[in-house]
């Protein structure tokens, strides 16, 4: 074997062996959190969890909506002393957001439809002005109809990624959430299969 050969050799040899690269961002020891528990920090420690994603961590919620402003500004509050308490243990905090439905009935107005009709107008500073009703939000079948969702108890409809009224609503909470303090967001979705809204019709004939 020339020394040509070799050398190849051994270097192929030497990459099959080396661990794997470290990203520049170190190591994730990452955790997800649906509920609170009061021993939260102490599992994080002794894990060595450094990236958290938490349901709880914040009072924003895409798919619902929210209660009024004065609480809802106590519950911020109270989210951002938890982000800081993840920090100073070495912990960044990622919000979870759901990129595929909104919850609640839009004929009994409930849910999602409950907060569009009363509580809406508290926060248009994040949310900008009023959109039409979050049914249009919603993907369409073949028929023209809403896709309903359902996750346990919970019932709602598959939202439309490419609604504008949607991406609206979206982008108010992500900011909402910035105001929080978390260090990102993770989004869940999209789903519910193909949309004949005419967002998606409009943009599949261009």
Same mark, same amino acid.
Request: with cysteine; charged share 20%; proline share 7%.
């Given at each position: 074997?020339?020394?040509?050969?070799?050398?190849?050799?051994?270097?192929?040899?030497?990459?099959?062996?080396?661990?794997?690269?470290?990203?520049?961002?170190?190591?994730?020891?990452?955790?997800?959190?649906?509920?609170?528990? =009061?021993?939260?920090?102490?599992? *994080?420690?002794?894990? $060595?969890?450094?990236?958290?994603?938490?349901?709880?961590?914040?009072?924003?919620?895409?798919?619902?909506?929210?209660? !009024?402003?004065?609480?809802?500004?106590?519950?911020?509050?109270?989210?951002?002393?938890?982000? =800081?308490?993840? $920090?100073?243990?070495?912990? %960044?905090?990622?919000? #979870?957001?759901?990129? $595929?439905?909104?919850?609640?009935?839009?004929?009994?107005?409930?849910?999602?439809?409950?907060?569009? !009709?009363?509580?809406?107008?508290?926060?248009? !500073?994040?949310?900008?002005?009023?959109?039409?009703?979050?049914?249009?939000?919603?993907?369409?079948?073949?028929?023209? %109809?809403? *896709?309903?969702?359902?996750?346990?108890?919970?019932?709602?409809?598959?939202?439309? *990624?490419?609604?504008?009224?949607?991406?609206?609503?979206?982008?108010?909470?992500? $900011?909402?959430?910035?105001?929080?303090?978390?260090?990102?967001?993770? #989004?869940?979705?999209?789903?519910?299969?193909?949309?004949?809204?005419?967002?998606?019709? !409009?943009?599949?004939?261009?």
């Amino acid at each position: 074997m020339s020394r040509e050969q070799s050398s190849v050799t051994s270097g192929q040899t030497a990459a099959r062996q080396a661990p794997p690269r470290m990203p520049p961002y170190g190591v994730i020891q990452f955790a997800s959190f649906y509920q609170g528990n =009061e021993d939260l920090w102490q599992f *994080m420690l002794r894990t $060595h969890v450094n990236l958290c994603e938490s349901r709880v961590a914040t009072p924003v919620s895409e798919a619902w909506g929210w209660g !009024d402003r004065k609480p809802f500004e106590a519950a911020m509050a109270a989210a951002r002393v938890q982000v =800081e308490a993840s $920090h100073k243990v070495g912990v %960044k905090a990622m919000a #979870y957001v759901g990129y $595929h439905p909104i919850y609640g009935d839009a004929a009994k107005r409930t849910g999602i439809f409950e907060f569009y !009709d009363q509580r809406w107008n508290q926060y248009e !500073d994040y949310l900008g002005p009023r959109p039409p009703d979050p049914i249009e939000w919603a993907m369409r079948d073949a028929a023209g %109809k809403p *896709m309903p969702f359902s996750f346990r108890e919970w019932h709602g409809y598959y939202i439309c *990624m490419n609604n504008p009224y949607w991406l609206q609503f979206l982008n108010g909470c992500l $900011h909402l959430l910035v105001d929080s303090g978390v260090d990102g967001v993770r #989004y869940d979705g999209p789903g519910g299969g193909l949309c004949w809204c005419k967002f998606c019709r !409009d943009a599949f004939a261009r």
